[in-house]
């Protein structure tokens, strides 16, 4: 039988069966993408590389990061705060290397600490709205903005929440509107 006589003998559901399995399969048909170079030959990704690249788009690996990169900046914001505004002492008194040393670590570390639970709350569930409404523009920054300032300023009351939200979705829309039109 030949391969012409397989297809006539197949009925209509039994094709587009086959063709969507083997479009939704990760079958050798899959493994043979293309990924085209800027200059060259395009280079087929291994699957290591294809591996790498689902870890890293995942929303858990941008939250962890997120954390980390809002945890040093924080801890740079922090010291430099904490040494541009030191506590004054009463006259008289002399404050000691230590004590500025360990007004600097508490200042960062508190900056840190709150730099890096905003940026991973933020990035998570920018990530998780993105994931959902299956778009990426400037709606998912907003929306965002708004869950996040509420849920951090819910914490102080409902007024808080409301105007966290707002406002946090107010700077998120306008940072997103600059960073796709600056360039």
């Known amino acids: 039988m030949t391969n012409n006589e397989e297809k006539t003998n197949m009925s209509q559901e039994e094709v587009l069966h086959k063709f969507v399995n083997r479009i939704f399969s990760n079958d050798q048909f899959r493994e043979k993408i293309m990924m085209p170079n800027v200059m060259g030959r395009p280079v087929v990704?291994?699957?290591e590389e294809k591996t790498l690249d689902a870890i890293t788009e995942s929303c858990a690996f941008k939250c962890i990061?997120?954390?980390?990169?809002?945890?040093?900046?924080g801890g740079a914001i922090g010291l430099f705060t904490s040494s541009v505004n030191p506590q004054i002492k009463p006259p008289g008194q002399q404050e000691t290397v230590k004590e500025i040393i360990r007004e600097m670590k508490t200042s960062s570390l508190g900056y840190a600490k709150n730099f890096a639970l905003l940026g991973a709350v933020f990035s998570g569930i920018e990530c998780i709205v993105e994931t959902y409404r299956g778009q990426s523009d400037w709606k998912n920054g907003t929306y965002a903005g708004g869950?996040?300032?509420?849920?951090?300023?819910f914490r102080a009351g409902a007024k808080a929440g409301l105007l966290g939200a707002l406002g946090f979705a107010t700077f998120s829309?306008?940072?997103d509107y600059y960073?796709?039109?600056s360039s």
Do not use: D, P, Q
């Open 65 to 73: 990061l997120s954390g980390v990169m809002g945890f040093a900046l």
């Open 45 to 47: 990704k291994s699957v």
């Open 179 to 181: 960073m796709r039109n």
């Open 147 to 153: 869950i996040t300032g509420g849920l951090i300023g």
């Open 173 to 175: 829309t306008a940072i």
